[in-house]
Every structure is written in structure tokens, then in C-alpha cells.
């Protein structure tokens, strides 16, 4: 279905963002693997995560969703043999991972995606994952891939890539591994999978390798837990931005995690000169939680430093939209990551700000948007998303602050991350409707 975005007023209104996708993915498959039961409150109801609730099924889990809207997995200890192609759909996080999982145990696995997700680069977790003794059927380093799993031995694997997808896959495999499994990455990326695994009891630390430390995890028996997901920062990103640079909006958004290795567009966007406050921290599950609130501020543009890109990789299509209402230059580097995601998100964020009015060039890492300040968007164009979720987000904001409005040619896939995001923004008050 096509979307229209047009501008309609101020935002207001408090609002729980949806269940963070990274902590979702994870309570499926850590639950999955261990002993016993694992309850999971608020879980994300996305197709991503839904695709994965559907894998650890095929991989000998019960999964269930309760009335009261709870999920529970009652896990086997461990993965057994699927009895069909486990389906990724479009998520990079649950392939890789379940990949990494499943390595591991006496079985071989096929995994497949949708268009999207067979182009992407499968290769980093084959890699290490072959290193420590699995072996692939994969002639193009892509899906479908089938992994023949089966007694693993730890290394310390340094990794060319800071993703936690990466880092994730190992340190899952590593917990059914002989001796000691390490991942060094260059840049610290989100550390959902190391906080949680403390969480269901596994023997997991960080040890100090070139004066910076790196998470190191021995083989362990998970039991299963509680886990509440709070309100996913990379959704949050979109209200947060549409209030932003709708003139006179006041947004609260409440219950977000605020890992820090997740808010490095929160940050960015405070050097922009946005008006955000933080209240209300809390710690309940392991993982911090806040309410923001969000007013209408006058941006300027800004540089955030290339290391920063692992905090707010997923954020770089909203930033690129805002940077458009803000004064002068912003200037993304350190993302090339951004060109295997969904989509090239360079080139279609670029496509779609020219289509829109707005001064914008490709860098091979990043990309350069000239704002022109609140005023300045002209908008009036339909853009090209590829399926992409968070392109077709962020040109959905772009439009409800444009002179006209904004239509995607394609709004499906948003369910994959942020299902209910049309009717999420109009309770805040935003023009967005089906064509
Ligand atoms: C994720 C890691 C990131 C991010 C993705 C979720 C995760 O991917 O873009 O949306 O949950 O581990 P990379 O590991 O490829 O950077």
C-alpha cells in the first residue's frame, strides 16, 4: 500500500513506543535455548520478530502468546533439527543470530529470506562460525544457506565489522563451544546480546584484549527468565523526529530504553540544538529505561563522529530527513554499513531528499544534506523505498513537515519493525493515510 504524509498542525500527546526489535529477537532465541520457561512482556509484534518466533519453533521450542498478551517459551535446552526451511523474512538480526545459535547442534539447517534479505551479505557470520568448526552450504555467501552444526571450539575472533549481529552469533555459539569464545570489534555495538545472556545465567564477562575490553562468554546452561522489552529507540526516532520539525509540537515518549550504545541520534540531535529531555531513569531488567519529552526546536546542522555510527546506524535515514529542516550542513560519515542494510539507504535517502527539494550528495561512507532550515522543504514527490521500513518512515516525517505532501510507493514492509505506525503518529496528530 502507498502512504501520504502531509502537514497537518502540531504533534502532541504521550505515547509507549513499541517493543524494542533487538531485545525481542533475543528473549525469543535466548529463551529458545534455555531450560524451562521464559515469559517475555511487551514483546515486539512485528513480521521480523515474528519470523523468528516461528524459527525457534522449527528449532524445538514452544512458543506461545497468552491473552493478556504476554509470550512464553518453554525452551529444550538447546536446538534439534528442524523439519522444514526456516523462514527470516526480511531480518538480517534473526537470521544471524539463529544462525549463530544453531551452529552449535548435531543438525543442519536451510534458512531463507525474503528478496531483500537475500542480498545481503551472509559471509560475516559464516566466517567466524566456520573458524570455530560449523560448516555451511552457501556458494554465494547469501541465503539460502543451509549450516550443518555440531561440536564447536571457542576462539577469539576479531571482527573487520562493528555489528552486533556479528558479535552476536558468536558469543551464541560460543555458549555450547569448547573452552572460551572472544569478539573484538572495532567499535563498541550494541551490547543487548551480553547483558541479557547475564541475565538467563550464562558465564559470560569482558576481558581486556589491546587496552579495551571485549566480551568474552564460556559454554553454559541457560534457564529460563522474565524479561519486559521497552519501547525500541529506532522507533521512537520517528515521533521524536516529526516532533521535531513540526512547528509548536510537544511529544512525550515513555518507557524507552536508553542503552547508550542506541542513542547516538538522541546525542546528534542534541548538538542539532534539539529541545529533548530525559526523565525518569530507571534499571528494572538490566537494561536503562526513560520518558522523553520532545518540543519543536530551531536545528542547526552537524557532524556526528564516524565512530558514533554503530550507536545510531539504524537512525541514519530519520537523521538524514531532520538534517533537511535544520540550518546548514550535516555531514554523515563512518556508515558505509548503510549500504548493505534493507537497501542501500545512501543512495535511496540521497534519490529521495533530491526528489523532495532538498540539496543532498553520496559520500561512499555517508552522505551530505544541505539544510535550508523549517521552511525550506518543498516536499511533492513519490519516493522510491525499495521495501525498505525505514526509508519509507522517514520520508513519511519528511512530508508532515514539507510545503507538500510526501507519498511512499510502498508501506508494507513498515510492519516489519513498527507495526501500527500510521495509526501511532495519527494519535499524535499527524496527516498520514493510505492512498
Ligand atoms: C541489530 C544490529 C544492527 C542493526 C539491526 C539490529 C541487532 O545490525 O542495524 O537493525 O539487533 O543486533 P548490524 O549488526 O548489521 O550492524
Redesign the pocket.
Known sequence: MRLKARFAGPLQGSIRPPGD??IS??ALIMGALAEGETRIECLLEGEDVRHTAAAVRLLGAKVDRRDDGIWTVTGANGFSQPSETIDCGNS??GA??LIGAAASYKLSARFDGDQSLRKRPMN?VIAPLSQMGARFDSPQNRLPLIVHGGALKGITYRSP????????AVLLAGLHAEGETVLIEPER??D??ERMLAVFGADIDRVEVDGALHPRVRPSKLKGVNIYVPGDP?SAAFPVAAALIVAKSEVRIEDMLVNPLRLGFFETLLEMGANIVYEERHDPIGEPIANLVVKASKLHGATPPAKRA?AM??EFPILAAVAAFAEGETRITGAA?LR??ESDRITLMVEGLRACGVEAEELPDGLVVNGRGPKSVRGGAEIRTLGDHRIAMSFLVLGLGSKEPVTVDDADMIAT?FPGFAAFMQNLGADIVGL
Open positions: 526489535k533487538s529477537h533475543r538480517g538480526t544471524r543470530l560475516r565489522v562493528s555489528s552486533a549481529q556479528v558479535k552476536s555495538s550494541r543487548h546480546t529506532s554503530p546506524i539504524d554499513e548493505v542494510k519493525s
